[in-house]
């Protein structure tokens, strides 16, 4: 089993800079994969950005130049860094992960999700 904690959300105004992180613990080999989505209500779930454990990286088009997406892996952990925020940011945004098992299976894990708001 794998926990995932989130932190960082927050109001924040237009132009202004948040940086989320995800810690992600329990028992598993390593992890493979780490990325960001997010969602408003009313709409699906939508990719932001995602790291490969060899620190290859994608981003949505929407987000490009402005958020940055890194990993250290010797804390198993995930940031994201949102510059320049705009109120379409407005979403809550989950981290998710995939890790290899020590029974050497592949699983995918959520974390319970952070609200940003963009507002004046």
């Known amino acids: 089993q794998v926990q995932l904690v989130e932190s960082g959300g927050g109001l924040v105004q237009p132009g202004g800079s948040l940086r989320l992180s995800c810690a992600a613990s329990g028992s598993f080999s390593n992890i493979n994969f780490m990325g960001w989505y997010r969602q408003v209500p009313g709409k699906q779930r939508e990719l932001v950005a995602t790291i490969k454990s060899e620190g290859s990286t994608n981003y949505a088009d929407s987000v490009k130049g402005r958020f940055t997406i890194s990993r250290d892996n010797a804390k198993n952990t995930v940031y994201l860094q949102m510059n320049s925020l705009k109120p379409e940011d407005t979403a809550v945004y989950y981290c998710?992960?995939?890790?290899?098992?020590?029974?050497?299976?592949?699983?995918?894990?959520w974390g319970q999700g952070t609200q940003v708001t963009v507002s004046s």
């Open positions: 998710n992960v995939i890790v290899f098992t020590t029974a050497r299976m592949y699983e995918n894990y």
